[in-house]
């Protein structure tokens, strides 16, 4: 591709070898200076508005992914004859490209990256996520040992992509119910993680043959492969979580990607009291799978064996002195946790769970659930009252934003209120950059809806976006200023043949301002300047 930029982005060394689905450039952005990697694939023909504005509107979805373990995408446009994508730049090499290097992973280096897998999905499925195509070339190892997964997206996006049939590789990182016909979905994504994980562990992905039809078949009906066998280092409960989200009934899987992290822990736990195969085997859990006792387990490794104990022994926690110790312990444990927290200690264990301290929302809805509501309920004239019922505003806020991103992103929008319908129509002439409709259209909401305990926390919501505009500041004729800047731009857009751009923004314009008698004239010109378009063809 003889390109040099493509949108505000320079286009330097390429990234990966010329696709029917595109190529992948390093780029960088020249009023910026951002270093981004650029997806470039040329746009389809026969493209319509309605799929365009599809398009845009799931890359605006896209954008609110924001993640430390998910490839972070900055946006996209298009030329006259191409699209792009562009993503974070990432100081490291795919996944793919470091099995084929190393061969296999250490366990220890699997289990971390398989964490880290885990916890991005886990927050991408409360987003209303699928990934849907996972496998180690959709993977980033960073320099630092940080791991993200890219190439997130919808059915808009990938229709403009395009891609042929599965590959090997796909099929076999692909859910035995996707292989029949189902839909993808969140438990898709674990049983493509557990092949991800055995891929990690032994080198190789978990079924393999060399035609299409006979890897389906193994993929659905053939028994799971023991990793533990394979690769004699790999403790026996790594195993068994890999064999969970292989399983072929994805009833049989974990219940969820946070299901799968409190595995994960467990796992932690166990590892903490000492890993590899003798360890495992000596306790009894066996990759071996030696049919006889504990006695046969150390003659086959070589262990000495205990001296046994004499028969008029007391055993150690049967003496008087131990079992009374015991009993105070207990004790103590007891009363120490039965004690209610004071005030103080509330807002404390709060505040490690908020914003600046934590970034993670499940560590929000724990403060608010656990902490901020007893301060609240327990000590109703504290000095710190106001503050925690702030906070309870503010969390229960960000859980109805993250509701609304997730059900329009499935297009679920049908029961939502008349609130929630009017501030996603709020927050999109926001994102389009028209802060003067969006500021009234959020002064509108407070005005309707404050009263309405039901609500509460959308006019939270749009009380954070009349602050947010208050702070860029507005002007008198501002929405005038607004669209004829626009408007310049598509014209500027035009005469350098980028028409689908010019498009794009002249069609914007009318959809969100048709019958508009303030800007009636700025609409009248571009549907003018659209119908000149269309009698060209």
């Known amino acids: 591709m003889a390109k040099s930029r493509i949108g505000p982005f320079v286009l330097e060394a390429p990234l990966s070898k010329p696709k029917s689905s595109g190529q992948v450039f390093r780029g960088i952005h020249l009023e910026q200076k951002k ?39 900055y946006g996209g446009g298009f030329d006259s004859r191409n699209a792009y994508l562009a993503y974070e730049m990432i100081d490291g090499e795919s996944l793919s490209s470091a099995l084929a290097r190393r061969g296999r992973l250490p366990w220890e280096t699997a289990f971390e990256a398989s964490q880290q897998l885990a916890e991005a999905l886990q927050y991408a499925h409360q987003m209303g996520w699928v990934h849907g195509r996972l496998r180690p070339s959709k993977i980033m190892m960073g320099a630092q040992g940080e791991v993200k997964i890219g190439d997130w997206r919808r059915a808009a996006i990938t229709s403009m992509i395009g891609e042929g049939p599965p590959s090997k590789t796909q099929l076999q990182f692909a859910a035995p119910e996707v292989l029949q016909g189902s839909t993808p979905d969140e438990k898709s994504d674990l049983y493509a993680l557990g092949a991800i994980m055995v891929t990690m562990l032994t080198g190789k992905p978990p079924y393999d043959e060399k035609t299409p039809s006979r890897l389906i078949e193994q993929i659905c009906n053939a ?6 066998a394979e690769v004699l280092d790999c403790p026996v409960w790594l195993n068994a979580i890999v064999e969970q989200l292989l399983a072929k009934d994805p009833k049989q899987r974990p219940f969820s990607a946070t299901a799968l992290q409190l595995a994960f822990k467990e ?30 387990a150390e003659k086959v490794l070589g262990l000495k064996p205990k001296r046994k104990r004499k028969q008029n022994e007391t055993p150690f926690f049967e003496r008087p002195w131990v079992l009374v110790a015991g009993l105070l312990a207990a004790l103590s444990a007891v009363v120490w946790f039965l004690l209610p927290l004071g005030e103080e200690t509330l807002r404390h264990r709060a505040q490690a769970l908020l914003p600046p301290t934590s970034e993670e929302w499940m560590q929000w809805n ?43 992103g499935r297009g679920r929008t049908e029961n939502w209120t008349q609130a929630q319908v009017q501030y996603a129509e709020a927050r999109r002439y926001e994102r389009f950059g028209d802060l003067v409709t ?3 259209r959020y002064r509108a909401i407070i005005s309707l809806f404050r009263n309405r305990k039901d609500d509460r926390s959308i006019v939270d919501l749009a009380q954070e976006g009349v602050a947010r505009i208050r702070v860029s500041g507005i002007g008198q004729n501002a929405l005038q200023q607004f669209l004829t800047a626009k408007m310049e731009e598509a014209a500027a857009a035009y005469d350098r043949a980028r028409i689908t751009e010019a498009k794009l923004k002249w069609e914007s314009i009318v959809e969100l301002y048709d019958g508009n008698q303030e800007v009636a004239p700025i609409v009248a010109e571009a549907k003018e300047r659209l119908q000149q378009i269309n009698q060209r063809k």
Not at 53 to 69: N, T, V
Not at 223 to 228: Q, T
Not at 274 to 289: D, I
Request: charged share 30%; with cysteine.
């Open 35 to 73: 270093l981004a990697a650029l997806r470039v694939f040329p746009i389809p023909m026969g493209m319509t508005p309605e799929s365009r504005q599809a398009y845009a509107s799931q890359l605006e979805q896209l954008k609110q992914l924001r993640h430390p373990g998910i490839v972070r995408c």
């Open 438 to 440: 969006a500021f009234d």
């Open 223 to 228: 028994p799971i492969p023991c990793v533990s």
């Open 267 to 296: 796992a932690q736990r166990r590892q903490s009291q000492g890993v590899g195969v003798l360890q495992h085997v000596t306790a009894g859990f066996s990759p071996l799978q030696l049919k006889g006792d504990r006695e046969e």
């Open 366 to 408: 724990e403060a608010r659930d656990t902490y901020l509501t007893s301060l609240v309920e327990r000590f109703p004239e504290s000095k710190h009252v106001d503050w925690a019922n702030e906070q309870i505003r503010w969390v229960n806020a960000r859980e109805a934003e993250r509701k609304l991103d997730r059900e329009e």
